[in-house]
């Protein structure tokens, strides 16, 4: 099975991250094309794409157009926040961000007409709200792909989100609409951005389809073998004919911002359920994420995407002792998994 990897220049020192995140987003990047790229390529066919820069009017599918204008004002002030405090505004924001958007629907349309699996490393922004920037992103390539490919005949698309904080931009966006969202995060007290509970299941064409799965920290593997157990059932009754991952890597062990134990073990057994729609031909793009263990990350990357075309790599992992958690975070794990289950069960 084939993989591509949607790559430009100025996607090396790209970065919607506050000053003092900004080297570690970067260096996760760099390590990924430069040491764990040429690996993959020399065990799988692999292609880099060129981005296709797309036209403006793509974001409008996501955003209100008083947005996307507020974003070019404040690119061509080159100071300044999007938001208020997490994302800020430099010189040339909007057409980074704007290139951001285009690796993704790069992939999105050469996957749809090819079939394969797909990675852009500066990709997944699900922070990003129809008004409004938050949590490093800018625009939402996610949704904006979802809309893009419904309009071309895509009937059952499929959006997962591992990453350690709730899609809550996609959520927002495609609340309403008929794609399948499931959001696998942590969820706690202050933790940002605070939503993504259980009961938050989506509406008119979307009902039962925006599937939260929000657990309690310090969670690790055990109770994510619950997660992906349940994340399954939901797919196969699904039956997506393609599938957007964003694939942050922010819940492994000792990540400074979360406070998760996931190790390399979920991300492998994540990878093989992957593995198993694209082996029947489903198109599978993922998109890079969060994550702020660079080492960690673009080795997470590479493993996810070895196992998802069908050629795990042992090099790659997985590497780590698996974690366990208290009895009561997976009592409360499994609780809120019988709430859904129960739920999704009446209309999905």
């Known amino acids: 099975m084939s993989l591509s990897i949607a790559w430009h220049k100025d996607y090396e020192e790209l970065s919607f991250t506050p000053p003092t995140l900004r080297d570690i987003w970067i260096k996760a990047r760099k390590i990924f094309i430069n040491r764990y790229l040429p690996i993959l390529m020399s065990q799988i066919p692999t292609q880099i794409m060129s981005v296709n820069y797309y036209p403006e009017e793509v974001l409008l599918l996501a955003h209100e157009e008083s947005y996307v204008n507020f974003v070019k004002e404040m690119s061509e002030r080159g100071r300044g926040l999007l938001d208020y405090g997490d994302t800020p505004a430099f010189p040339g924001v909007y057409e980074k961000a704007l290139l951001a958007v285009s690796g993704t629907l790069t992939l999105a349309e050469f996957l749809r007409l090819n079939r394969g699996v797909g990675f852009n490393p500066q990709g997944g922004f699900h922070h990003a709200r129809k008004a409004s920037a938050g949590g490093f992103c800018v625009f939402n390539d996610l949704a904006i792909a979802a809309r893009y490919l419904l309009r071309r005949g895509v009937k059952k698309l499929a959006i997962i989100d591992i990453d350690a904080h709730h899609g809550d931009g996609t959520q927002d966006i495609l609340y309403r609409d008929r794609v399948l969202k499931i959001s696998s995060h942590g969820y706690g007290y202050g933790f940002y951005p605070g939503t993504g509970w259980i009961d938050e299941l989506g509406e008119g064409e979307g009902?039962?389809?925006?599937?939260?799965i929000p657990m309690p920290f310090p969670s690790g593997d055990d109770v994510y073998e619950l997660v992906l157990k349940f994340i399954g059932e939901i797919l196969e009754r699904y039956n997506p004919e393609f599938i957007i991952v964003q694939a942050g890597c922010d819940a492994y062990l000792n990540d400074p911002?979360?406070?998760l134990r996931l190790t390399d073990n979920?991300?492998?057994?994540?990878?093989?359920?992957?593995?198993?729609?694209a082996s029947?031909?489903?198109p599978v793009l993922l998109t890079g994420g969060g994550g702020y263990q660079p080492e960690i990350v673009s080795r997470l990357w590479a493993l996810m995407l070895s196992c998802t075309t069908g050629k795990c790599l042992d090099k790659l992992g997985p590497l780590d002792q698996k974690t366990t958690s208290d009895l009561k975070l997976v009592k409360i794990m499994e609780s809120r998994i019988e709430y859904l289950r129960k739920e999704t069960s009446k209309c999905l």
């Open 280 to 282: 029947k031909g489903v």
């Open 257 to 259: 911002l979360v406070g």
């Open 207 to 212: 009902s039962c389809r925006n599937i939260n």
């Open 266 to 277: 979920s991300y492998y057994a994540f990878s093989l359920l992957l593995s198993n729609y």
